[in-house]
């Protein structure tokens, strides 16, 4: 590309030269000419006041003046005879003219010819001749377009520097932009293109910046869904096992309500896995509203069987008022669900889900009677006991965070408490700087 921009900058430079030289080289030598011409009038005119006024009667011999510069004269008298010193034995076309009391010049082979009249007291006595070869003008033509010549490669020469700059200024930014785009197709969406000062490239680099951001969001969202789904459709597998388990131990009389209950396992299974595609494929999923008893209800009932099961009581204790919340049912089904189940898993005695009210928000507490977090469960996942009481809670936290809410650990140690704060819909947003 550097060499292409190069090319045509100086393509144009070339042309402009061309352009503008060619009809200049023309003026340039039709003006020296007439340069030429003009200096050997002036000799002329020089010469023809030296010629005395009686030269066509007294008989004495003129004598003409020697020009430095080459010029050679001769004197005709009114007949056209050559009285005194070089040229044509009779006047020529040029000297004739003079003798017409006109001042004339021309090119006669290789020599530039100028005649002037000689007048004493207003009366034509006589013609001046002067004459100088071609090759002094000829010459000095030559020096002036071999000067416009090197002027014309010094042009070039500028416009070269000048060319390799700007290729260079627009080529680095390209270059910058392809290492990008081989880095983002390699899978780096860590790329930063800077700014250059080209408009243009300035906007592709920002568009390409954004595009990589947008890609490593998507992609990471759809790596976490891959964990995400992973944990979350464990347990309620286990749970369909453990129920088909215990179907073929203990058969009931009729076998449809075992597959009933299976078929409303697959369907929440299948729930699950579209609730959780949805959420890695949104950044946010706030601005609806949801009256959280409905889910509330949903969860009680949908983790019945498990605590039954194991011999654990769960409770959900309801505030006489739940207002409605902004973000989403399933999501907050799905907070709820991550929480139960790790209370089940790795708690003790009684889980507990419940409820308090302020002006603006509802906050949801789930509460066991279990040891505890030795650390922030929504740190980076760590080995052994404490870390496993972790699993599935960032996910918790993610979801809570795109409603938008937050979650946090009110307790860590025994009788741990992690709080659900989500924003009130029935209340009206406050200016800001109130």
Known sequence: MRRRVLAAILAVAALAIVLFGAPLAVVVGRLLDEGATLRIEREAVLASRTVPA??????????????PEGVVFGLYDTTGALVAGSGPATADAVALRALGNEVSDAEVGETRVVAVPVAVDEKLVGA???EQSTATGDARTRRVLWGLAGLAVGVLA????????????LVRPVLRLRDAAVRLGDGDFAIDVPESGVAELDQAGTAMTVTAERLDDLIGRERRF??????QLRTPLAGLRAGLETELAFPRSDPSQALEEALGDVDRLDQTVTDLLAFARTAHIGGSEFHPSDVLGAVQEGWRQPFARAGRPLRVAAARFVPPVRGSAAVLRHVLDVLVANAL?????????????NDETLTLQVTDEGPGFETSPF????????????????????LVESMPGRITVARLGPHPQIDVVLQRADIARRPSGE
């Open 54 to 67: 009686d030269f066509a009667t007294s008989g004495d011999p003129v004598e003409l003046p020697v020009s």
């Open 128 to 130: 001046v001749r002067a």
């Open 158 to 169: 500028v416009a070269v520097a000048v060319g390799w700059v700007v290729a260079s200024r």
């Open 226 to 231: 891959t964990a995400d789904v992973s944990h």
């Open 345 to 357: 898993e790795h708690g003790e005695g009684a889980v507990t889900i419940d409820t308090q009210v």
């Open 379 to 398: 740190e980076p996942e760590a080995d052994g006991p404490a870390g496993s009481r972790r699993l599935g809670l960032p996910l918790a936290r993610r």
